[in-house]
């Protein structure tokens, strides 16, 4: 089994800044790509960053130049350093990983999605 565990929400205020970490655990070969989205209320789940084995990342025009997702393939841990929050960043994160998985013959690429972290900034 592969799970995704993320830490590092709260309670901020308006300017300020918070990281979210997630670590994947569990027998696999190896990550693809790690992804944050979100989810705030009422509202339907979105990408907010994603990033590859590679290093190669992509964000949401609605966090670019606040946001910065980072991998640490050696700790199986993806990142998100949040500055500047705003209070419409409030949501709930979740973190999103495929993930490489042995499975005989061969191999299968497996999509995981972690319990979620609440960030709620206030004004």
């Known amino acids: 089994q592969v799970q995704l565990v993320e830490s590092g929400g709260g309670l901020v205020q308006a300017g300020e800044s918070l990281r979210l970490s997630c670590i994947a655990s569990?027998?696999?070969?190896?990550?693809?790509?790690m992804r944050w989205y979100r989810q705030a209320p009422g509202k339907e789940r979105e990408l907010v960053a994603g990033?590859?084995?590679?290093?190669?990342?992509n964000y949401a025009d609605s966090v670019k130049g606040r946001f910065t997702i980072s991998l640490d393939n050696a700790k199986n841990t993806v990142y998100l350093q949040m500055n500047s929050l705003k209070p419409e960043d409030t949501a709930v994160y979740y973190c999103n990983a495929n993930i490489r998985i042995s499975r005989w013959p061969g191999y299968s690429d497996l999509e995981v999605w972690g319990q979620g972290t609440l960030v709620t900034v206030s004004s």
């Open positions: 990033i590859s084995s590679g290093g190669n990342t």
């Open positions: 569990g027998s696999f070969r190896s990550i693809n790509y």
